[in-house]
């Protein structure tokens, strides 16, 4: 269980189905017919500003584990990466799996409880706990964290679709260095809406927003449905941290 780079990728020896994964994501990454539209995501691809970990099936409570261990090491570490890093988790396919929208986003939040109850760290007392306070986003290891999930089931949405279940962790230190210019912020997020309308076959969800607004809710961005709904109650919760793991 180890931090991956594309270069160290490809000087191990890994599985099929993770070797599959990592070049699945990195041709969405460069496809230059179909562009991505999340322009700071192909940015830090392309630079090799990103780092990537496998952990099994979401079933298996090693998942979580793992991913945690993963996340607090990326942590630690990803201010020395580079401005446009980002943590990419894929997990192992598995028979359990039904493909249907709604039971990825379970698994999703479930991913998301678990993590934060394995994490050692206080939550920052500058961010609320409160997911429906505007200031709020998901934590861990005392960082801020922008969270996207992609999954098989995702149809209509080619934005949110992927072959295997896969997380996208960004830090916000990351992001307010993409954005520091709110000009050039505007003509970046322009751009990217501009591409959602050709890369998804629906409407750009009307939850995606700006963190920071009075309207935006950041967890309702994380798990984007395959139509233009959402939930009307977070399933994120901090329970009570576990001990001896």
Not at 10 to 23: G, I, P, Q, V
Not at 75 to 81: L, N, Q
Not at 87 to 111: K, S
Not at 172 to 179: M, N
């Amino acid at each position: 269980m180890e931090l991956f780079t594309t270069e160290t990728i490809y000087s191990t020896k890994l599985e099929s189905w993770k070797l599959d994964a990592y070049e699945t994501f990195a041709a969405k990454m460069t496809d230059k017919d179909n562009l991505f539209p999340c322009i700071p995501a192909t940015t830090g691809h392309r630079l090799n500003h990103f780092c990537y970990g496998f952990v099994p099936a979401p079933y298996n409570d090693l998942a979580a584990i793992q991913f945690a261990r993963l996340l607090k090491a990326y942590s630690e570490c990803y201010r020395e990466i580079g401005n446009y890093t980002s943590l990419v988790i894929f997990y192992e396919p598995c028979e359990m799996e039904n493909g249907d929208v709604e039971h990825y986003e379970q698994l999703f939040w479930a991913q998301l409880n678990r993590l934060t109850e394995l994490d050692s760290v206080e939550w920052p007392s500058q961010i609320p706990q409160d997911p429906h306070d505007p200031l709020w986003e998901f934590c861990f290891h005392g960082e801020q964290y922008f969270v996207y999930c992609a999954t098989p089931s995702h149809k209509n949405r080619n934005s949110r679709h992927f072959p295997y279940f896969m997380l996208a962790i960004t830090p916000r230190w990351a992001l307010e260095r993409f954005y520091v210019s709110q000009k050039n912020a505007a003509r970046i997020k322009a751009n990217i809406r501009k591409r959602l309308e050709h890369y998804d076959s629906i409407p750009i969800h009307p939850a995606l927003n700006t963190y920071g607004n009075h309207d935006n809710y950041e967890w309702q961005q994380y798990f984007l449905h395959d139509d233009e709904t959402s939930l009307s109650k977070c399933p994120f919760h901090r329970k009570a941290k576990r001990t001896g793991e």
